[in-house]
């Protein structure tokens, strides 16, 4: 094979006669769909319970069990990328996403329709890392940036309408058009692979470590269920099932990582790790997922308790946010492949840490307005950060940890955002208690009140000090060059 016809099949975005456009169109309307899915059933717990004569603990296994097979799923996304092709992979993943949603749709008891989120949730979890795996093979690092941020658009755009879509569709249409509404959708974006859709990786075929995927499974789906159930028990990180999880899934990924260092094909090279912008942007990626969750959870909390806002306002108030997010994203990355990350994370970081500042002095009287525009510094900060640490990290990889190391980034969003999330609720539920110990009267509406107020305070300003972190990471960032293939 000729010099130039190496090049031509390392990035096939500078052959002409490769169309990249509709290769891009069919791998991003499969995942704004799969991905809208996340957050789609959340508003509809409350009919799913009447409907199904369940409880809460019980329904929210449709939200817990998906992150859960998320987390099982992409750390072995690795081998199955290598053992496909990019046509194979992608319609198979997306079958079988269709297939869970048809199952979920037409689910007659709680069980068929759990089963159906877990199907979608194979589908979901397969997605991503076989997205930004072609479009890295697709596209030189100096056009990544714009690419990855559509990207961003996906990810952040269609879990933020999933509430207020999936409201509208609950009350004129009923539950189950939450996913007949998807299906033709998902069809489509099959139809349009099927004719589109071309090969950009190389099959290798690499041996089954089965030990390794045992250890995986166990690990990273022990950890994820160990933090998402905290809320579940009054004794929080105490609870006898939470830390025998957590401790199990800590082992299993220990295990795990120390097999992969043995391996001479390791379903997750973890020497990716070695390359310092990749460390650095799995870092600053973990912080801002954290934050971001966090926040989006928080906030809600606060709004309809010491402010006493409904549970619609306080969902329309952060949606300003969430659309500022998808629609920058996009802008964001053109501005990083022109100036690359340094310009921008500084100015991004500060904003976010001085938002979480704002914050945590927060009040019940604190006007609805600053809660909009502070979410929307949030959000238009994390547009600002996170796909371009994560484009810049993903740059400095060689072409074979290609799979590996967006697996990673991958396994990291559910993995960050229940821990983040299970932290901070448990801190903010710890402090709320510790306040309402102290005061004379626990059980009238002000001590209640004043006891979220001082939790909510408490909790950002842990937060503040955790983005002092990001801060500090974006003074040391510089723009990451591929590394030589023997890493």
Do not use: C
Request: aromatic residues 10%; charged residues 10%.
């Amino acid at each position: 094979m000729s010099k130039t016809k190496e090049k031509t099949y390392e990035f096939l975005s500078e052959d002409p006669n490769v169309k990249t456009l509709p290769l891009m169109a069919a791998l991003i309307i499969g995942a704004f769909f799969a991905i809208l899915n996340e957050t789609l059933l959340n508003i509809a717990l409350t009919t799913l319970m009447a409907e199904f004569g369940i409880t809460l603990p019980t329904v929210q296994w449709v939200a817990t069990g998906f992150m859960l097979m998320m987390g099982i799923v992409i750390p072995v996304s690795p081998l199955f990328m290598q053992w496909f092709t990019t046509r194979q992979l992608f319609i198979g993943t997306m079958t079988v996403f269709t297939i869970g949603t048809a199952i979920a749709a037409i689910a007659p008891t709680f069980s068929v329709l759990l089963a159906g989120r877990l199907i979608q949730a194979v589908g979901t979890g397969m997605l991503m890392p076989i997205i930004f795996n072609v479009f890295l093979l697709v596209y030189p690092p100096h056009k990544r940036g714009k690419i990855m941020g559509i990207v961003g658009l996906v990810i952040m755009f269609a879990p933020a309408i999933g509430p207020t879509l999936s409201g509208v569709i609950v009350d004129y249409l009923g539950w189950r058009f939450l996913f007949i509404t998807v299906l033709p959708f998902a069809i489509f974006s099959i139809l349009f692979a099927l004719k589109y859709l071309v090969n950009v990786s190389e099959v290798t075929k690499p041996k089954i470590d089965w030990i390794s995927i045992v250890f995986s499974t166990i690990g990273f789906g022990a950890t994820i269920y160990g933090f998402s159930s905290v809320g579940e028990s009054e004794a929080g990180f105490l609870s006898r099932d939470v830390l025998t999880a957590i401790i199990v899934g800590v082992i299993g990924i220990i295990l795990f990582a120390l097999r992969q260092f043995k391996l001479e094909e390791p379903i997750m090279d973890l020497r990716v790790f070695k390359l310092p912008m990749f460390t650095h942007a799995v870092i600053m990626f973990i912080i801002i997922v954290m934050t971001m969750f966090a926040s989006e959870l928080i906030l809600p909390v606060f709004m309809q308790g010491p402010m006493a806002l409904a549970p619609a306002v306080a969902g329309m108030l952060l949606l300003p946010g969430s659309i500022l997010n998808g629609i920058m994203s996009p802008f964001m990355g053109a501005l990083f492949d022109k100036v690359g990350p340094r310009v921008m994370m500084i100015p991004a970081t500060i904003v976010l840490a001085g938002t979480m500042f704002m914050f945590s002095q927060m009040t019940a009287d604190t006007p609805p307005w600053v809660i909009i525009v502070g979410f929307m510094l949030i959000m238009l900060s994390v547009s600002a950060t996170m796909m371009p640490a994560e484009t810049n990290g993903l740059n400095q990889l060689p072409k074979r940890l290609y799979p590996h190391g967006t697996a990673v980034m991958s396994t990291l969003q559910p993995l960050s955002g229940a821990i983040g999330v299970s932290v901070f609720i448990s801190i903010l539920n710890s402090k709320q208690a510790s306040y309402l110990a102290g005061v004379a009267d626990p059980a009238s509406q002000q001590s209640i009140t004043q006891a979220m107020v001082v939790a909510v305070e408490h909790v950002y300003f842990i937060i503040f000090i955790i983005t002092i972190i990001a801060v500090i990471l974006s003074f040391v960032v510089y723009r990451a060059r591929p590394v030589e293939e023997n890493v």
